[in-house]
């Protein structure tokens, strides 16, 4: 059973930073890609920033210059260095991973998401 878990959520004033970290916990094959989503209330899921094997990146273009992504591949690690908060960056964030497996489809897992509030 695979799963992930995320922390460094919270509450933060505007201008702060927060870093998130998720972990893939269970056995895997390999990552095509590792990242994070949001969803705010009444709003849609976006994403936030993923990175893929190879090393390419995608950020929102709404995070571009504030939020970095990294990846600890040997540890099936993923981190959101969160910078120059603003309160339109509150929502929950939700990690996700698309895991390949010899013999089976890709699959995609979540994490159970962590509440990340900017307010001052």
């Known amino acids: 059973q695979v799963q992930l878990v995320e922390s460094g959520g919270g509450l933060v004033q505007p201008g702060g930073s927060l870093r998130l970290s998720c972990t893939v916990i269970?056995?895997?094959?390999?990552?095509?890609?590792m990242g994070w989503y949001r969803q705010a209330p009444g709003k849609e899921r976006e994403l936030v920033a993923k990175?893929?094997?190879?090393?390419?990146?995608n950020y929102a273009d709404s995070v571009k210059g504030r939020f970095t992504i990294s990846r600890e591949s040997a540890k099936n690690t993923v981190t959101l260095q969160m910078n120059s908060l603003k309160p339109e960056d509150t929502a929950v964030y939700y990690c996700n991973t698309e895991v390949r497996t010899p013999g089976i489809p890709t699959l995609n897992y979540w994490g159970p998401g962590t509440q990340v509030t900017v307010s001052s």
């Open positions: 269970g056995r895997i094959f390999s990552n095509n890609y």
């Open positions: 990175m893929h094997s190879g090393g390419n990146t």
